[in-house]
Structure formats: structure tokens, C-alpha cells
């Protein structure tokens, strides 16, 4: 299967026309493309975290409720753009996640219909648990150790004793459930899965840095430690070097599906030695006969371990360093990209202005009206109507003209910038219209061009109404006057009428 089922198009229409962005978005996230959730959509889910409009529940039960579908391609992306905003997006949306009694329930998920569904729900389960473990972390210390600051004065080296006991099994439990995605290189195999892949490898290379800074504090405290506090170190120790064996094998398959060489940091394991010391001085504690070393060889012994380790630490901090390089090149062409939409839009927006005005128009799309003059014209006889060389009648008023002009679609002369018409819009005088004057005299009034009744006015041979009344000679009703074409009223009421029939008796 590839592309956007019909299901997915039609239900991103639904989402558009109830207007839920982040409904669409989630959906166009997680389709039934097999390839991995596309980068705008997982950007703009970033950005609604971040906003403080946006409901975080309603997002976080939008992914939900995608995991419930029966599609492997569909539940793994849904867990992709989870574990997406985990890692970049807003912290209250990890909150929220470690606030739910429940998450992802797919312990049991299974797709039997389709060509890769048994072995990609079988990473499915395991994915999901690792989300379940990461948000499960964040509940028991309140902070993301793929985030927390790092170094010589960061959370984890300066860290005190009690509480370090108590935090570096939950980071062991977190990476336990990292590692045990155990994907070959032959498994990975579509976009998907490389997709969780990818942001599982950044989980690794940040969660084990912050686990190896820890346990270089913890060994730098060791010899001064409770026999309890000695006990439970010496086993947090001993896991954390299986540990490390288990991410090296991870970092090798991330190797060879074709992760750069230089972002794969560097495991610098501390000497065996070192073990036997712990292991001396818990002895020596318990009241256990042990030879145990003497102060200078412990000391010695516990200087390299720990250089070895930061070495480890150093490596880990350079992957992180180059990402954050990426990542300020990205935003740099991100903003370079918004600059250059910013001033094509505003040429286009002159352009727009500038067309607007050519064609009569003010900026907000309304005719221009003529302005009046400034000075005193001499009082000039209404013209004769213009007859149109398409052969309409141009009435004297500007609206009627304007419309009879677009409807015959004359040709316009247009005139440099700067020059100033009493007429038209800015700039623009129309050729057929070039003898027309304009005076300060009020307007016709707009033509009629359909019959109309007027009381007709006494001529010889008429009688008057009022005679007609008296009981004088037979009258013929008056007749309507038609007006066949659009033409003014002369100002002689007297005077022939041009267009209209009179009728004697």
C-alpha cells in the first residue's frame, strides 16, 4: 500500500469542515502512507504544543484514539509523532502523558491483514512499552533525562547520594525498555520503522549520557558511602556495564543502516580493576576478610575509571552539539525562507495596488469618483449624448458611463504617473470620452429607459382636463409617453421631445 488511502482523504475533509486543525494535522501525520510522518504536519503539532490556546488533552487523545485503528502503519506513525513531541515539542505535553493512569495499551496488538503486519506489530509492543516507560519516568522524577543539563555542574553529577540511589534504576528501567526494541538491520526494512528508529538512537545517545554521568558520580562517592548505600551502588554499577555492552550492540545496527560515523559517539569502558575495588571495599564493610587495596592504588584505579568515562560522556556531548548546529541551520533557513515570502508578498500586494488603481479602483477595490475642480469653469451647455462607436448611447453621468464602457470594453489610454485628471481613476481618460467636459453644474439625473406616465402639458388642439371636467368637448384619455431609447429630458417642457410620439386630436 502507498499514498493516502480514501479513508484518509475523506477523513481530513471531515476534520477541515468542523474546523479541528490539529485533528487534521494528527491525521495527515498518521495515514496509511508507508513512510514516515511527514515533517510539516509533525512541525505544526510541535507549534500547537506550544501554544497556550491549544488543548493538550484533546491532542494527546487524538494520537490515542489513532492507536486504536487496525492499520500497523497507521498505530506505529501515531506513536512516532507522540514520541515527536515528547522529544521537541512543549514539556506540558510530556506532563500530561505522565499525568494519565494508562497509555498505550497495544501489548496485544496484532495486524493480521497486511503484508508486513506480523513483524511490525510485534515492534509496535515494544515501542509502545518504551513510551509507557518514558512517560512513567517523568512521573517519578518530574524531568525528562533525555533533556536534563549535562556536565560538570548538570543535574546528574551534582546530584546527592540518597537521591542518586534512588534515580539511577529508574534510567536503567527506561533504557531496558529502549534496547529491548532489538531491531536488526534485515527488520528495518520501510520508512516507518526507521522513523522510530532514528528517534530511538537520539533517545539512547542523551538517556545513557545522563546514566553515565551519574554513575561517575556515584563512583566518586562510592568509598565514602554507607555499607547500604555501598551495597546498592556496587549493583547499580555491575548492571550499568551490562548495560553499556547491550548499547553497543544497538549502536552497531545504527551503524549499519547507514547512521554517519561521526554522530555514533564513542563507549570507553572503565577498567576491570575497578570492579575489584568496589568489590574489596563492600567486603571490608561487611566485616569480610578481603585484601583490599592500598589508598594510593584505589585512588589511581578510581582516577582512570572516571577519565574513561568522561571521555565516554564527551563523545556523547559532541553528537548532541552537532545536532543543535543542524538544528540552528534549519531554523536559520526557515527564517531566511519566511523573509523571502514576506517580500514577495508585499511586491505582489504593490502590484495589486497598482493594478487597482490603472483600472479605475482605489486600493479596497471601490470606483474612484471624479474630483471636482478647483478653480471656476464657465457655465457650459449640457453636450449632446456621445453615441459609442459600439452604438450605445453614453449617458452623462459617471456611474451609468462607467457601466456602459466596461460592457463595450473600449480601448484606454493610460498616462505616466503623476499627471492629474479631473475624470476616471488615477491617471485614465478614455478616448471616446476625450470631448467631454466636466463643470460644476449638478448631474443629470440617470436615463429611463422604460415608459413613463407625465401629465401632459396643454398644446393647440388639446383641451385642457379641466374643461374636459366642466362638461365641455370629449377628451381622449392621455396616452403614455415612450421614451424608445435612453435620452434626458430637454429642459423646454415646451419644446419636441426627441424619441417620443405626440398625439392630436
Keep these: 500500500m502507498s499514498g493516502q488511502s480514501i479513508t484518509d482523504r475523506i477523513t481530513a475533509a471531515q476534520h477541515s469542515m468542523t ?40 491532542l494527546a487523545d487524538t494520537l490515542f484514539e489513532r492507536t486504536a485503528n487496525s492499520s500497523w502503519v497507521v498505530v506505529f ?65 518530574a524531568v525528562d533525562f533525555t533533556k536534563m ?42 520508512g516507518v520503522i526507521n522513523s522510530a528508529f532514528m528517534l530511538l538512537f537520539k533517545d539512547s545517545i542523551r538517556l545513557f549520557a545522563a546514566y553515565n554521568e551519574g554513575v561517575i558520580n556515584l563512583l566518586e562517592k562510592y568509598f565514602d558511602m554507607k555499607k ?44 576491570s580493576s575497578l570492579l575489584e575495588a568496589l568489590e574489596q571495599h563492600l567486603a571490608s564493610l561487611e566485616g569480610k576478610k578481603t585484601k ?27 553528537m548532541d552539539e552537532k545536532e543543535k548546529q543542524l538544528a540552528l541551520e534549519e531554523e536559520q533557513a526557515r527564517l531566511q525562507a519566511l523573509k523571502s515570502f514576506l517580500l514577495l508578498r508585499h511586491v505582489l500586494a504593490y502590484l495589486h495596488v497598482q493594478e487597482l488603481s490603472s483600472l479605475g479602483f482605489d486600493a479596497l477595490g471601490d470606483l474612484l469618483k471624479p474630483t471636482a ?13 456621445p453615441v459609442h462607436p459600439g452604438g450605445k448611447l453614453l449617458a452623462n453621468d459617471l456611474d451609468s458611463s462607467l457601466a456602459n464602457l466596461v460592457g463595450s470594453k473600449p480601448e484606454m489610454l493610460w498616462n505616466q504617473t503623476g499627471e492629474k485628471k479631473l475624470t476616471g481613476g488615477q491617471n485614465w481618460q478614455n478616448k471616446t470620452m476625450s470631448t467631454t467636459q466636466w463643470g460644476p453644474a449638478p ?23 379641466q374643461m374636459a371636467q366642466m362638461g365641455g368637448v370629449p377628451v381622449v384619455a392621455p396616452q403614455p409617453m415612450m421614451y424608445n431609447q435612453p435620452v434626458l429630458r430637454p429642459t423646454n417642457p415646451f419644446a419636441p421631445m426627441p424619441g417620443a410620439q405626440m398625439q392630436f386630436m
Design 19 to 58: 474546523g479541528s486543525a490539529i485533528s487534521k494535522a494528527v491525521c495527515k501525520a498518521t495515514t496509511h502512507e508507508i513512510s514516515g510522518p511527514k515533517k510539516k504536519h509533525l512541525d505544526y503539532l510541535i507549534h500547537c504544543t506550544n501554544e497556550m490556546n491549544v488543548n493538550i488533552p484533546q
Design 77 to 141: 506513525k501515531a506513536l512516532i509523532a507522540t514520541h515527536h513531541l515528547m522529544m521537541y515539542g512543549n514539556e506540558r505535553f510530556t506532563q500530561y502523558l505522565a499525568s494519565r493512569n494508562t497509555l498505550f495499551n497495544l501489548n496485544n496488538f496484532l495486524d493480521k491483514g497486511a503484508l508486513q503486519g506480523y513483524d511490525m506489530s510485534t515492534f509496535i509492543r515494544r515501542y509502545s512499552r518504551y513510551l509507557n516507560e518514558k512517560a512513567m519516568s517523568y512521573r517519578l522524577v
Design 149 to 190: 543539563k549535562r556536565g560538570i555542574d548538570g543535574v546528574m553529577r551534582t546530584m546527592n547520594t540518597e537521591k542518586l540511589i534512588k534515580t539511577l534504576p529508574i534510567i536503567q528501567n527506561q533504557l531496558d525498555a529502549l534496547l529491548d526494541f532489538q531491531a536488526n538491520p534485515n527488520e528495518l526494512t520501510n
Design 228 to 271: 547500604n548505600q555501598c551495597k546498592d551502588a556496587l549493583e547499580i554499577y555491575k548492571k550499568f556495564l551490562y548495560r553499556m555492552t547491550k548499547l553497543s550492540e544497538f549502536l552497531k545496527v545504527a551503524e549499519q543502516v547507514g547512521i554517519d560515523q561521526g554522530d555514533i559517539p564513542d563507549l570507553s569502558q572503565a577498567p
Design 292 to 318: 583490599e587495596m592500598n589508598a594510593d592504588t584505589r585512588a589511581s584505579t578510581l582516577s582512570s575509571a572516571v577519565s574513561s568515562l568522561s571521555s565516554t560522556g564527551m563523545s556523547f556531548s559532541r
Design 373 to 385: 475642480p478647483t478653480h471656476t469653469a464657465p457655465h457650459v451647455p449640457a453636450p449632446q449624448m
Design 443 to 465: 448631474l443629470a439625473p440617470a436615463p429611463m429607459a422604460f415608459p413613463i406616465t407625465t401629465p401632459q402639458v396643454p398644446v393647440y388642439g388639446m383641451v385642457p382636463p
